[in-house]
C-alpha cells in the first residue's frame, strides 16, 4: 500500500507540468556540451551564470520589493574575490566561489543597514551610486597593487579534475550547472519557507508585516546579504571562466543589464531568472548582427516590443498561457 | 581662503548644469510619478534637432523656440505611443520602457548626425562676467534662464487651472479622474513639458561640453543626485541640490588628498548616499504620507 501511494505521488508529481519541464530542461542542459562547439558552450556557461546574478537580484527586488541598480558592484566584489584569491595566493578556483559569496554576503548586509531608510526612487538612486563608484574604486591608485588598476587580472582556465575526459569548457560548464542548480533550489526551498513568507510579506505590506511581529530591519539586511551572495558567486564564476576581470567590466551598464534581465525573465519568479539571463546574453550580439551602426536602437525597439508581448516578464506570459490551456481543458471534460 | 573660493565658483558654474538637468527631472516626476531614466536622452537629441535647425540658417532665438516646441510634441507623441499601451504594466516595466528608450534615441543621435563633437553656439557669448572671475557671462546666463523657468513652472503650477490638474494627476489618479480630470492627456503633457525642459536644458549646456551623442550620460547621473538630494518634489530643491553637487563635486577633488580627484565623484555620491540616510526625503522634499 505504502509503495503503491509513493508511486501515485511520483506519478502526481510528473503529470505537474513544473516538474516535467525542469526535467526535460536539465536532460537537455546535460546532453548540450557534447553536441554545442565551444564557444556556444561558453556562452551558454556565461548565460547561466547572468541567470544566478539576476536571480540575487529577484531575491531583493522581485521579493523583498527593494529596488537595486546596484548589483554589479556585487558581481565586482565576488570576481575580484575570484580573481584576487586565486592570482595572489594560488588557491584552488572552487574554494573562491564560497569565499566569494562570504564576503557578498556581509558587504551586502552592511549595505543594507542604511539602505534601511531609503525607499523606492531613493533607493535605486543610492544602489546606482555604489554601481557607478565601483570601476572607479578598482581603478583608484591605493588598490591597485592587488586589483591591478586599469589593466586587471588574467587567470588560468582550470582543467577537469580527476581525469575525467571533458575539455575545460565542458568541465565549466558543469560546474556553472551544478552550481546553478544548486542555487536555484536554495532559492526555491528559502522563498517556501517561513522566513521567504516574512521577506514577501514585507514587500507586499510592511506595517501589516510589523503588526505581525516581523523583524523588517533583520529581515531587509539579510535579504540584502543573501541577495549580494548570489551575486558574488556568480560574479566569481564569471571570473573563473571569462579568466580575465578588469574595472570596465562592471560599469553601471552591467547594472542596468541585469535589471533588464530581472523583468524581462518575470519579476518574482526564480526559473524566470535563466531566461532573464539567456536575453542579457543573446539580445544584444542580436541586435548588433541586425545593424551595425543601430545596435542600440534596435535593442531598444526590442526591449519595447517584449514588454508589450508579456508585460510581466515571461513568467507572467507562461503564467498566462498555463492558464488558459488548463482552463481550456477543464471546458473540454 | 582664495583657493576655496575660486573652487566655490567653479563648483558652482558646473552645478549649473546640474541644476538644469535637476529641474528637468523634477518636472517630469512630478507629472508622471516615475524617474525617467531616458531624460538626459531626450535632452541630448533635441539640443541635435537645434543644431540641425541652425545649420539650416535659422537665427539663434527662433531655433531656440522652434526645438522646444518640436520637443513638446515629440514629448507627447512618446507618451501616447510607447506608454499609453502600457499603462497598467508593472512600474518595472516602465523602468524598462525608459532604457529601451535611453538606447534609441542615443543609438538614433549617432547614427542621423554621427559621433564626431559638435560645437554649439554660445547664446550669452563666453567672457567673463567681471575681470578675472572663474565664471563666464554664460554661466550667468544659464542660471538666469534657470531661474526664469523655475519662476514660470512654480506659477504654472501653483495658478493656473491645468497645472493643479496636472498635481493631482501626480498625486492621486483614480481620485482625479473621478473629479473629471482627463488623467491620461495630462500625463501626456507633463511629458511634453519634460521634454520641452529638457531642450532647454540641453540648449543652454551644449556650449559647455559640446554637442556628441554620450553627452549626458555623466550630467544625468549628477543630475539625478542633485534632484534627489533636493527632494524629488520640489523644483526649488532640485535646483539648490543641483549646485551643491557640482561644488561637492569641484571641493573634493581638490582639498582631499590622495584620492579626491580620482574619487571625486565616488566623493559625491557617498555623501548624497549619507544626506538621504539622514533625510530621506531630501533636503527641501516633503515627506509623503500614504493612507494605509
Known amino acids: ?333 | 581662503m582664495e583657493l576655496f573660493l575660486q573652487q566655490v565658483i567653479a563648483g558652482l558654474s558646473t552645478g549649473g548644469i546640474y541644476a538644469c538637468m535637476a529641474l528637468a527631472i523634477v518636472m517630469i516626476y512630478q507629472a508622471i510619478d516615475q524617474l525617467n531614466f531616458a531624460q538626459g536622452e531626450m535632452a541630448m537629441f533635441s539640443t541635435f534637432i537645434a543644431w540641425q535647425l541652425l545649420q539650416w540658417g535659422l537665427p539663434y532665438w527662433v531655433a531656440f523656440f522652434l526645438t522646444i516646441a518640436i520637443s513638446f510634441l515629440v514629448g507627447i507623441v512618446i507618451e501616447r505611443v510607447v506608454f499609453k499601451p502600457l499603462k497598467s504594466a508593472p512600474v518595472l516595466s516602465h523602468v524598462v520602457i525608459f532604457i529601451a528608450l535611453f538606447g534609441i534615441l542615443n543609438s538614433g543621435a549617432g547614427f542621423i548626425w554621427d559621433f564626431t563633437v559638435k560645437t554649439f553656439p554660445n547664446p550669452f557669448g563666453t567672457k567673463p562676467l567681471f575681470g578675472q572671475s572663474v565664471i563666464s557671462i554664460h554661466d550667468a546666463g544659464m542660471i538666469v534662464v534657470i531661474s526664469i523657468l523655475l519662476v514660470l513652472l512654480f506659477a504654472f503650477f501653483r495658478y493656473t487651472r491645468v497645472g493643479l490638474a496636472m498635481r493631482a494627476t501626480a498625486a492621486n489618479p483614480d481620485s482625479a479622474r473621478l473629479v473629471g480630470i482627463r488623467v491620461g492627456w495630462m500625463i501626456a503633457l507633463g511629458w511634453g513639458m519634460a521634454a520641452a525642459i529638457g531642450a532647454v536644458a540641453g540648449m543652454m549646456i551644449a556650449p559647455v561640453v559640446f554637442l556628441e551623442p554620450n553627452m549626458m550620460l555623466s550630467i544625468l547621473l549628477y543630475g539625478f543626485a542633485g534632484a534627489v538630494v533636493g527632494g524629488l518634489t520640489s523644483p526649488f530643491g532640485a535646483v539648490v541640490g543641483g549646485f551643491s553637487v557640482g561644488v561637492i563635486e569641484n571641493l573634493a577633488g581638490t582639498f582631499i588628498p590622495y584620492v579626491g580627484r580620482e574619487l571625486k565623484l565616488t566623493i559625491a555620491l557617498a555623501l548624497i548616499v549619507a544626506v538621504l540616510t539622514v533625510r530621506p526625503s531630501g533636503l527641501f522634499g516633503r515627506v509623503v504620507v500614504t493612507r494605509v
Open chain 1, 1 to 333: 500500500m505504502a509503495q503503491s501511494r509513493e508511486w501515485t505521488n511520483v506519478h502526481a508529481a510528473l503529470a505537474r507540468p513544473e516538474v516535467t519541464l525542469t526535467i526535460v530542461v536539465l536532460t537537455v542542459a546535460i546532453v548540450l556540451p557534447f553536441a554545442v562547439k565551444s564557444f556556444v558552450l561558453f556562452q551558454l556557461t556565461l548565460a547561466m551564470i547572468y541567470g544566478v546574478a539576476i536571480l540575487g537580484l529577484n531575491l531583493l527586488t522581485g521579493f523583498n520589493g527593494q529596488f537595486s541598480l546596484g548589483h554589479s558592484a556585487f558581481f565586482a566584489l565576488g570576481a575580484y574575490t575570484a580573481a584576487i584569491m586565486m592570482d595572489h595566493f594560488e588557491i584552488a578556483y572552487y574554494w573562491t566561489l564560497p569565499a566569494a559569496g562570504l564576503i557578498c554576503l556581509v558587504f551586502g548586509f552592511l549595505f543594507g543597514l542604511p539602505a534601511l531608510r531609503l525607499e523606492g526612487i531613493y533607493l535605486a538612486l543610492a544602489t546606482f551610486s555604489l554601481a557607478v563608484a565601483t570601476p572607479q574604486i578598482l581603478k583608484s591608485t591605493p588598490l591597485e597593487p592587488w586589483t591591478g588598476g586599469v589593466q586587471g587580472i588574467v587567470i588560468i582556465k582550470p582543467d577537469a579534475p580527476f581525469g575525467l575526459p571533458l575539455s575545460s569548457d565542458q568541465w565549466l560548464y558543469f560546474l556553472t550547472l551544478a552550481v546553478v542548480v544548486l542555487m536555484f533550489v536554495c532559492a526555491a526551498n528559502l522563498i517556501d519557507s517561513r522566513t521567504g513568507r516574512a521577506i514577501i510579506a514585507i514587500r507586499d505590506h510592511p506595517i501589516a508585516a510589523r503588526a505581525m511581529g516581523i523583524n523588517i530591519a533583520f529581515y531587509k539586511s539579510v535579504t540584502f546579504g543573501v541577495s549580494a551572495l548570489y551575486t558574488g558567486v556568480a560574479g566569481a564564476l564569471g571570473a573563473i571562466v571569462i579568466q580575465f576581470v578588469a574595472p570596465d567590466s562592471f560599469t553601471f551598464t552591467f547594472a542596468i543589464a541585469l535589471f533588464v534581465g530581472l523583468v524581462v525573465g518575470g519579476v518574482g519568479s526564480i526559473p524566470g531568472a535563466l531566461f532573464g539571463g539567456l536575453f542579457v546574453l543573446f539580445v544584444p550580439n542580436i541586435a548588433e548582427q541586425v545593424s551595425k551602426g543601430l545596435a542600440g536602437a534596435v535593442y531598444g525597439v526590442i526591449l519595447i516590443l517584449v514588454i508589450y508581448l508579456m508585460p510581466s516578464g515571461s513568467a507572467g506570459l507562461v503564467r498566462l498561457i498555463v492558464s488558459k490551456v488548463t482552463r481550456d481543458s477543464v471546458q473540454q471534460t
